[in-house]
């Protein structure tokens, strides 16, 4: 097994008991190994305990914003819009690798903010993203994913994920302005905000950039 395997298997019980022996022993003899441990099995520890309420929570996707401020859109119009809007949250971006490496020194901050978002802890992720930005400046990675973490949480921030993007978005080079583009129009749609949500859409589909197809679906509702 590889060690992404190993610690799967030990997180959820499923190892032997010699295999138990033998990861224990892998422990003991790597120290980037026991980190990494001891990071994963502290967003696992209480996952079990809240599976049921986090699920609850991202099948609801309460977002009244979506309602307010659009007296020009029929109800029918709205909900529409808020099912096709939620339909694209709930398929959360893949989360970015966790450096393994011993020869590649990685802040513990992001690499506590990986491991949180893996576990969908957005506010703790924040939390660390906003710890590293005190320290020095946000790489386009990490801007990318603090927009993302503070537009997953249960009490979405998004005037600041809108920054966050928009910070992307003035650097026509950074390697995430597509998807920047696209989570922004998502953020303007949650914020009722149907201009400028369909300016970055139209964007979208023209240049038949990443999520063009879904752009032209939400712009079928707008």
Partial sequence: MNQEEWIQKYLHSE???????????????????????????????????????????????KKPSLLENALAYTDAQLKAI???????????HEAPLVMMDNRILVNRNWQIAIVAYQN???QLAVQQLQQLSLEKALTDEQI????????????????????????????GDSIYYEEAKWYISLAYLEQADWVKAKKYLQEIVAQKSWQYKQASHLLTHL
């Fill in 82 to 92: 808020k099912e096709a809007v939620n339909t694209y949250l709930i398929q959360r």
């Fill in 120 to 122: 969908k802890k957005y």
């Fill in 15 to 61: 190892l032997t008991d010699q295999e138990l022996i033998e990861f224990e022993q892998l422990v003991a003899t790597d120290a980037a190994l026991a980190e990494e441990l001891t990071i994963r099995s502290i967003f696992y520890a209480d996952r079990s305990r809240h599976l049921k309420s986090e699920l609850e929570a991202l099948l609801e996707q």
């Fill in 144 to 171: 990318f994913y603090l927009g993302l973490c503070l537009f997953y949480q249960e009490n979405p921030q998004v005037e600041a994920t809108i920054e966050q993007f928009q910070n992307l978005l003035g650097n």
